[in-house]
């Protein structure tokens, strides 16, 4: 038997292309594997942080609304008072709360 290293080297090519191409699409199906998996895990924490946004939003407007409310307690008290204080005269709480509500709406 005849050596022949072009029949080898042809023989090699030939059984090394099968091998590359079969690496080439385990890599490609490797990134896209990652990606998917990027993408599920990006999503999942934008989710996360919506809901923590909306969390704080509503814990803000919670607490903004109780600010005002006290506020507005606060307002009318004092209003009663000086009313007293410069006229003598006796203003009741809810008509002292309504001039507060009115004034603030202007």
Known sequence: MAFDAGTIEATLDVRRNPFNEGLRKAMQDARSAATVDAEKRVKA???ELAAKGAEADAALKAASARALAEIENVAAEAAQEI??????ITVDK???????KAALAA
Not at 94 to 100: C, L, N, R, T, W
């Open 94 to 100: 809810a008509a002292a709360e309504g001039a507060v």
């Open 83 to 88: 009313v007293a204080k410069v006229s003598g």
């Open 45 to 47: 924490a934008d989710a």
